[in-house]
């Protein structure tokens, strides 16, 4: 497993100050094989240099001796609704609560401050679940051509959240990640995503989100836990 400094740089923010969770996440599951589950302890910090730690059979994301995200081997067993179609889909953008009230405009995924370099993915209600477009740029992609994982897994973060509704008031911050992923698109091929709500206990909202190609096969699918939090 490397040790090498892992450095999240400021693009790649949820909230201003912190990184978005499913690409930190995704970061760190790098360094894992198979569907991996990510814990995240505290908000990712940006641009500076975290270690990677092994114990055991799981990674460990520090900030000097302050753990900031635990990753570990998973099962993920979840269906989702078959998908809208791509233009379904790209219908529906405009519905979404990211328009109305965003508390983290400038999230790297769904932002709506971010569309000259974010992902620019923003679902909006359909049947029983949300859904977005997304065609991924070439700059995500690794020498093969394909999506790096880590953008797979920022691009099926904040869709869930679409699909959860909060207590009046609240917000929401992932807590815990796990994604499985079958088949990485390639760089401009039309995506849709999608995300469903799962249901809830006290504080924690839990979504399924998949990530599909223009056939309706599933090439990515995830598990999320969203923890309700106090305005910050």
Not at 44 to 62: D, H, I, Q, T
Request: contains cysteine; proline residues 10%.
């Amino acid at each position: 497993m490397s040790s090498a400094p892992l450095v999240i740089d400021r693009r790649f923010c949820g909230p201003p100050d912190s990184a978005n969770g499913g690409y930190s996440a995704g970061r760190l599951a790098a360094v894992l094989d198979g569907p991996v589950e990510v814990r995240l302890r505290r908000p990712p910090p940006l641009e500076r240099e975290l270690s990677v730690v092994a114990e055991g059979n799981e990674a460990v994301l520090l900030d000097g001796d302050t753990e900031i995200a635990r990753a570990r081997p998973a099962e993920l067993d979840l269906t989702m609704p078959a998908p809208p179609s791509f233009e379904r889909a790209g219908e529906v953008e405009g519905q979404c609560k990211a328009f109305d009230n965003h508390p983290f405009p400038g999230c790297f995924v769904c932002g709506p401050d971010r569309h000259a370099d974010g992902l620019c993915i923003f679902p909006g209600p359909v049947d029983d679940q949300v859904a977005a477009t997304w065609t991924p740029e070439a700059e995500l992609a690794g020498a093969d051509g394909r999506i790096r994982p880590e953008f797979i897994w920022a691009a099926l973060d904040c869709p869930g959240s679409f699909a959860l509704t909060p207590e009046p008031g609240k917000w929401m911050v992932l807590g815990s990640f796990t994604v499985g992923i079958e088949q990485r698109p390639e760089a401009g091929e039309p995506l849709v995503v999608t995300g469903r709500d799962l249901g809830r206990e006290g504080r924690k909202l839990f979504a399924g989100t998949a990530l599909f190609n223009g056939a309706g096969a599933c090439l990515a699918r995830a598990r999320a836990v969203w923890i309700e939090i106090d305005p910050y």
